[in-house]
């Protein structure tokens, strides 16, 4: 049994304010983070400031957007602060406060968690795609991922010193943008334990995967089931619909019906098709789960000088400047 586990969050609450720089700026300066891509450039130097809309302070939390930092209401921090070796800091309110809260500051390692081969692949087998430069700030970004879907760490002995701990990769699409995050098993059992509503504590496969026998991962990823609404994927959320789609298993009739004639449109026209019309069809394969097709279709459509196909790829993270 590994001494680190996955403090999976079943759900998160409370809003960062203010919602135009998703929380950032209050937590790293107007100039501390990329407005591209959403990593930061520096250390954490403020507060997470919190909007106390549907937000009970109690056990601890996740909150939304930031999906590397934990919360915790007071009691509940001064217990595994005297337990634990982790950096808390102040969560601040937005307008009156609901009671005190503290963030979990999580440091990262310098050496890397992952083999870039292994993550590329792992990536494309699930997104068709490993990953993307952002053109602003030169971060990469690989695409989202999580324990389960992850290749083994190159090295468990880097997280020795740590409680709580996070990859120095960087993890996302669009808009989001998060790192792997290991605690140690204590302190993920006192968490999940302070608050059964939030957490559960989970295996990591990844740490024990080196191990002889212990096999193919598998992945406990719930399936679910999105619809998604035409025309409905914001910049905002394009990741989140992205990451949706992909674990949603079976594309539907529609987006498969559309491939078809997507495939039977570009044989046609020896290439010569409608970028645009490509475009559009791309839309109902990816509305509907064709994902990896969707994207394919949309890059042609893109490199015969489809506007509405370069919209589609910057609106959901791709389409930058890694091709
Ligand atoms: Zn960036």
């Given amino acids: 049994m590994s001494d680190f586990v996955d403090l999976f969050a079943k759900r998160n609450r409370g809003w960062p304010w203010p919602e135009?720089?998703?929380?950032?700026?209050?937590?790293?300066?107007?100039?501390?983070?990329?407005?591209a891509c959403g990593v930061p450039s520096r250390q954490q130097q403020g507060s997470l400031i919190l909007q106390q809309r549907g937000l009970t302070v109690s056990g601890a939390w996740m909150p939304n957007w930031r999906f590397d930092t934990l919360c915790m209401?007071?009691?509940?921090?001064?217990?595994?602060?005297?337990?634990?070796?982790?950096?808390?800091?102040?969560?601040?309110?937005?307008?009156?406060?609901?009671?005190?809260?503290?963030?979990?500051?999580?440091?990262?390692?310098?050496?890397?968690?992952?083999?870039g081969e292994a993550l590329a692949a792992n990536a494309i087998g699930l997104h068709g795609k490993a990953g993307a430069v952002c053109g602003t700030c030169g971060i990469w970004r690989w695409?989202?991922?999580?324990?389960?879907?992850?290749?083994?760490?190159?090295?468990?002995s880097i997280l020795g010193g740590y409680d709580i701990v996070a990859s120095p990769e960087w993890f996302g699409a669009g808009w989001k943008a998060f790192r792997q995050v290991l605690v140690r098993r204590e302190l993920a059992e006192a968490l999940a334990t302070a608050s059964p509503r939030d957490f559960a504590v989970k295996e990591v496969s990844e740490l024990t995967a080196g191990v002889a026998g212990a096999g193919q991962q598998q992945s406990?990823?719930?399936?679910?089931?999105?619809?998604?609404?035409?025309?409905?994927?914001?910049?905002?959320?394009?990741?989140?619909l992205l990451t949706a789609s992909a674990v949603q298993g079976a594309p539907s009739p529609d987006a498969r019906r559309a491939a078809e004639h997507a495939r039977a449109m570009l044989q046609r026209s020896n290439g010569q098709a409608s970028a645009d019309a490509?475009?559009?069809?791309?839309?109902?394969?990816?509305?509907?789960?064709?994902?990896?097709?969707?994207?394919?279709?949309?890059?042609?459509?893109?490199?015969?000088?489809?506007?509405?196909?370069?919209?589609?790829?910057?609106?959901?993270g791709y389409g930058e400047s890694d091709r």
């Fill in 20 to 35: 135009r720089s998703f929380g950032l700026t209050p937590m790293y300066g107007e100039d501390g983070w990329c407005h």
């Fill in 73 to 115: 209401a007071r009691d509940v921090a001064e217990e595994v602060s005297s337990r634990f070796d982790i950096e808390t800091r102040e969560v601040k309110w937005a307008r009156s406060s609901p009671g005190d809260a503290v963030q979990i500051v999580i440091p990262s390692t310098t050496e890397k968690w992952f083999e």
């Fill in 143 to 156: 695409m989202p991922l999580w324990w389960g879907k992850l290749p083994p760490l190159v090295d468990t």
């Fill in 220 to 240: 406990d990823v719930p399936r679910r089931s999105v619809s998604v609404p035409a025309g409905a994927v914001s910049e905002v959320f394009g990741a989140e």
């Fill in 278 to 316: 490509l475009a559009e069809v791309a839309r109902t394969m990816f509305d509907g789960g064709e994902i990896a097709e969707a994207l394919s279709l949309w890059q042609q459509a893109e490199a015969h000088g489809s506007v509405a196909a370069h919209r589609a790829l910057r609106s959901i």
